[in-house]
């Protein structure tokens, strides 16, 4: 059995695990690249394995404290872990089921650092989960963190209870989008051109291929795991769309877009709310996902969210990859 095989039987135990961390995720993710796994199992397994008669592979799907999934990027001769498109957090999960000590977290971070180090790295990338403790610990091995921040509604089974926490300006333009609905028959590929169109309008391009979004709303429905809602009028022509995924825990509001020739019309608002009902229908919290831009964030603060903090982790293993990750960022830089 693979790691990536044992990494697929653990997580079917793992609860609360963000959506991003599924292996269907990662594949649809992470298609034309390699992704793999780091395992990190208790020191008593670890020497047992190694004795004669080792343990079955569900003994050590069992031994296993924490996983790092990842996706590898190569180019020539360089190899570095980067974080795949449309994915809020990645990094090190720690098993759900069970309690660390510092001494077990301690262990934890040098072997994640000793198996990154095997990996030959130019560079390393990916934001951990809220609240993960690892993160801050790595600080000592020569990784930077830096903190980013989330906005979530935690509770939305009382939607007037939540609709009462919308500033003034959002419940203002609700009521302007009283001649508007939701429907939820748009495809992918209809999505798709949407998007592109209301991202050229503002001369700029999706950081996404149609053959990247149409594979991951293929597996994300598969896995009954995503939706697509649109904002219409009485003629069902589109003001504005999001892709939703969602896990057990939390639905995100993944990739919205609104057709600026209708920024007054309201419908960006009533795509919050509408998706917000969504996620009461399913019972899970709402997490607007992507909030790092000021812009962005400033829109979703009017929602009356909690703001939850998690942090990403870098290291350069090379100081000259700073150079070819300078001028991938500007050459970028204005479709950010």
Not at 3 to 16: H, I, N
Not at 92 to 111: A, H, K
Not at 295 to 300: D, L, Q, R, T
Not at 323 to 335: G, V
Request: proline letters at 4%.
């Amino acid at each position: 059995m693979t790691k990536k095989e044992l990494y697929a039987e653990w997580v079917r135990g793992q609860e609360k695990l963000p959506v991003f961390f599924e292996p269907w995720w990662l594949d649809a993710v992470c298609a034309g690249r390699e992704w793999d796994v780091i395992l990190v199992e208790s020191q008593k397994s670890k020497v047992k394995s190694q004795e004669p008669g080792a343990k079955s592979q569900e003994g050590r799907v069992k031994s296993i404290l924490a996983a790092m999934p990842y996706m590898l990027c190569k180019k020539w001769l360089w190899r570095w872990i980067d974080m795949p498109k449309e994915t809020q957090m990645n990094g090190l999960w720690l098993d759900g089921n069970r309690s660390f000590d510092v001494t077990e977290l301690q262990y934890i971070r040098e072997e994640v650092t000793r198996q990154l180090n095997e990996l030959k790295l130019a560079y390393y990338y990916q934001q951990y989960p809220v609240g993960s403790p690892v993160s801050s610990m790595l600080t000592e091995k020569g990784f930077k963190i830096r903190e980013r921040v989330t906005y979530r509604i935690e509770d939305v089974r009382d939607l007037d209870k939540v609709i009462d926490g919308f500033s003034k300006n959002k419940k203002r333009q609700l009521q302007k989008a009283l001649s508007l609905h939701a429907e939820h028959d748009m495809t992918a590929e209809e999505f798709y051109q949407f998007h592109n169109h209301c991202i050229e309008s503002r001369k700029k391009r999706l950081s996404y291929s149609r053959e990247f979004l149409l594979v991951l709303e293929q597996k994300a429905r598969k896995n009954n795991r995503c939706a697509i809602l649109s904002i219409c009028n009485a003629d069902h022509a589109v003001y504005a769309a999001a892709l939703l995924v969602w896990d057990k825990q939390r639905m995100y509001y993944l990739v919205p877009c609104l057709d600026p020739d209708y920024n007054e019309s309201g419908a960006g608002a009533l795509l919050v709310l509408e998706a917000i009902k969504m996620a009461r229908e399913l019972g899970v919290a709402f997490d607007f996902e992507g909030s790092m831009i000021s812009g962005v964030a400033k829109h979703y603060k009017q929602f009356g969210p909690t703001p939850a903090t998690y942090y990403s982790v870098e290291k350069y293993y090379k100081w000259w990859f700073r150079f070819p990750m300078f001028f991938n960022w500007l050459r970028n830089r204005k479709y950010r």
